[in-house]
């Protein structure tokens, strides 16, 4: 554990003087604010000028929230290992004791339980619909895993930061299987099923369900497990 606790402080040393890595740190609290004040004001103004009310998209808006959080996480950690690829220290790491299970514990693994927990803070702090606990336990947990597999195919296809920066904004095709859930009817919309955010969407919209949860789990372990090859040899 001393090794990570070593590799951890490197990676947040490192985090904390890049502005553009802070943001994405910080952006699931400025979204849970703007959603938690600006909603519910302009759903009231819509309900007075139009009579139309967003009441039956608050859980949408949560799910957001559930959806974005590990993904910003996910990124800044698939930042900071292309940052230390393209400044050499990743090459240190690799002729160290620190490398292997502790790297990738330090920049996957913690990365993501924090996403998860902050997930689960952000919507019990700043939500709106007051979705049950066991619904944001289990969006966190998808969106958890959701997130590792972004920051795997970040590293995975990006040669710089530059890159992943592209690739990160390419991402957000795969937040469209979260609407797909929710607006497409069946059976069309199991065409999308195929995508993690559908399953985190179809585990939001209603109550848990379990075969809901783990049809979703698995597609997400397909989809790691399809990049861990190539993340491997890129970090090696």
């Given at each position: 554990?001393?090794?990570?606790?070593?590799?951890?402080?490197?990676?947040?040393?490192?985090?904390?003087?890049?502005?553009?890595?802070?943001?994405?740190?910080?952006?699931?609290?400025?979204?849970?604010?703007?959603?938690?004040?600006?909603?519910?004001?302009?759903?009231?103004?819509?309900?007075?000028?139009?009579?139309?009310?967003?009441?039956?998209?608050?859980?949408?808006?949560?799910?957001?929230?559930?959806?974005?959080?590990?993904?910003?996480?996910?990124?800044?950690?698939?930042?900071?290992?292309?940052?230390?690829?393209?400044?050499?220290?990743?090459?240190?790491?690799?002729?160290?004791?620190?490398?292997?299970?502790?790297?990738?514990?330090?920049?996957?693994?913690?990365?993501?339980?924090?996403?998860?927990?902050?997930?689960?803070?952000?919507?019990?702090?700043?939500?709106?619909?007051?979705?049950?606990?066991?619904?944001?336990?289990?969006?966190?947990?998808?969106?958890?895993?959701?997130?590792?597999?972004?920051?795997?195919?970040?590293?995975?296809?990006?040669?710089?930061?530059?890159?992943?920066?592209?690739?990160?904004?390419?991402?957000?095709?795969?937040?469209?299987?979260?609407f797909v859930a929710w607006?497409?009817?069946?059976p069309y919309k199991y065409?999308?099923?195929?995508?993690?955010?559908?399953?985190?969407g179809e585990v939001i919209?209603?109550?848990?369900?379990?075969?809901?949860?783990?049809?979703?789990?698995?597609?997400?372990?397909?989809?790691?497990?399809?990049?861990?090859?190539?993340?491997?040899?890129?970090?090696?």
């Amino acid at each position: 554990m001393r090794k990570a606790w070593i590799l951890l402080k490197m990676g947040l040393r490192q985090l904390f003087t890049d502005g553009m890595l802070v943001m994405l740190m910080v952006a699931p609290l400025l979204i849970g604010l703007v959603f938690r004040f600006g909603i519910p004001a302009l759903n009231t103004l819509l309900t007075e000028k139009l009579d139309f009310s967003l009441l039956p998209w608050y859980p949408l808006f949560d799910a957001f929230m559930i959806m974005l959080t590990p993904c910003m996480i996910g990124m800044a950690g698939a930042f900071l290992i292309l940052d230390e690829c393209d400044e050499g220290t990743a090459l240190y790491y690799r002729i160290t004791p620190t490398e292997g299970p502790f790297y990738l514990m330090t920049r996957i693994g913690i990365p993501m339980v924090w996403g998860a927990v902050t997930s689960v803070a952000t919507v019990l702090i700043f939500g709106i619909s007051g979705m049950p606990l066991l619904q944001i336990l289990a969006g966190s947990f998808l969106s958890a895993l959701a997130g590792t597999f972004v920051a795997m195919k970040v590293v995975s296809l990006a040669g710089n930061k530059v890159e992943g920066l592209a690739l990160s904004k390419l991402s957000g095709i795969i937040f469209a299987g979260l609407f797909v859930a929710w607006f497409a009817p069946a059976p069309y919309k199991y065409a999308s099923a195929f995508l993690p955010r559908f399953w985190l969407g179809e585990v939001i919209k209603s109550e848990v369900n379990l075969l809901s949860l783990v049809i979703g789990t698995v597609v997400c372990v397909i989809w790691i497990a399809g990049f861990s090859g190539r993340f491997m040899r890129k970090i090696r």
